[in-house]
């Protein structure tokens, strides 16, 4: 039986992760979700810290992405895996239409969005 709440999908693009004021960049995320996320790294990050989780959309402009808050809930020297917690209308609609058009069953993904407007 799945656990999880959300339609997880791989998201080949470039991701930053800041934790405690140090930025960290990520080639790809390893999947993604309304829930939060996965990224590959050897860094050790503390779990339970706050994040700051920022996905861009357009390479040219700069301020136009995804910013997510977060919560580091597991780190184990090769994955880091972040719940969001805090996210704005605005780039919660970009992260719900980014899952909803590279999931596998968009239908899924749109009952989950009606069950849960926000990140809960």
């Known amino acids: 039986m799945e656990k999880r709440r959300f339609t997880r999908i791989g998201f080949n ?3 930053e992760l800041t934790v405690n ?5 990520f080639a ?17 990050l ?3 810290a706050s994040c700051r989780f920022w996905l861009p959309l ?4 700069p301020t136009l992405g995804v910013e997510v ?7 184990d020297g090769e994955t880091i895996s972040v719940r969001f917690t805090r996210i704005d209308p605005e780039s919660l609609f970009h992260l719900q ?3 909803r058009y590279n999931a596998p069953d968009p239908d899924r993904v749109e009952n989950e969005i009606s069950k849960h407007l926000g990140l809960v």
Do not use: K, W
């Open 58 to 61: 357009e390479p040219t402009d």
């Open 13 to 15: 693009m470039a991701a």
């Open 69 to 75: 808050f977060g919560e580091i809930i597991r780190c």
């Open 21 to 25: 004021e140090q930025h960290y960049s």
């Open 28 to 44: 790809q995320v390893g999947n993604l979700s309304v829930g939060g996320c996965l990224l590959e790294t050897a860094e050790m």
């Open 46 to 48: 503390p779990a339970g």
């Open 97 to 99: 239409n980014i899952i």
